[in-house]
């Protein structure tokens, strides 16, 4: 299975500012997946982000406010703009890799 | 994309066995059954995926019946540390295609001494 390794694990930050989340793999994968998981939530799937082209959103997430690079098959990055308390969660990207999906350990952003 | 049904919360003690049962009446041919388990502050990871009949490793037995539209996690023995949520998934399988997985609401396992 795949190393993810996902940063930063936790943040606070200010309302009206962005916080940009890295993912990086240890192997070259086609398609990354974005989630978010809202307290005592499930996961919810924001966009999944090929590499070379734009990435698709799910529905309820647009660009502006969740964009997303790809710059190669092993690194990608989820910024969530124009923090508001609402935004408060974990979010995770994860890659499938032959044989189920590895997800990262998931970034906590607390929004005050 | 199959949507998902599951119990929403169990109990046990240790050493028993849990079944954790997950409807899927819209799964499709191409669907693959998956469970995942998370633990708090960690992300989901995988614990066992099957397309049909009965799959075992050492972690977990996945029963699948021949009309797939329900599917049991079985864990054998559990300790406190298998509390956790665990996600019953159906999609396709495999690298470089289009199936994303959708997570429904889980079941959370609560282990008791």
């Known amino acids: 299975s795949a190393v993810i390794s996902q940063k930063p694990s936790r943040d606070i930050c200010q309302r009206g500012t962005s916080l940009t989340i890295q993912c990086q793999v240890d192997s070259q994968v086609t398609m990354m997946f974005w989630y978010r998981q809202q307290p005592g939530q499930s996961l919810t799937l924001i966009a999944t982000?090929?590499?070379?082209?734009?990435?698709?959103?799910e529905s309820g997430f647009v660009i502006d406010k969740f964009p997303i690079s790809r710059p190669n098959l092993t690194f990608s990055t989820l910024t969530v703009s124009n923090l508001s308390p609402e935004d408060s969660s974990i979010y995770l990207c994860s890659v499938d890799i032959n044989y189920g999906y590895t997800f990262g350990s998931g970034t906590r952003l607390t929004v005050v | 994309l199959a949507k998902t049904t599951q119990p929403i919360s169990m109990d046990s003690y240790e050493g028993q066995e849990v079944n954790i049962t997950c409807s899927h009446n819209n799964i499709a041919t191409n669907d693959y059954i998956t469970w995942y388990q998370q633990f708090p502050s960690q992300g989901p990871r995988f614990i066992i995926q099957?397309?049909?009949t009965k799959v075992t490793n050492e972690v977990a037995s996945l029963f699948i019946p021949a009309d797939r539209k329900s599917s049991t996690l079985s864990l054998p023995r559990v300790s406190l540390s298998d509390t956790a949520v665990y996600y019953c998934l159906v999609g396709e399988k495999g690298s470089g295609n289009t199936g994303k997985l959708i997570f429904g609401q889980g079941t959370t396992l609560q282990v008791k001494p």
């Open positions: 982000a090929n590499q070379g082209s734009e990435a698709t959103y």
């Open positions: 099957g397309y049909k």
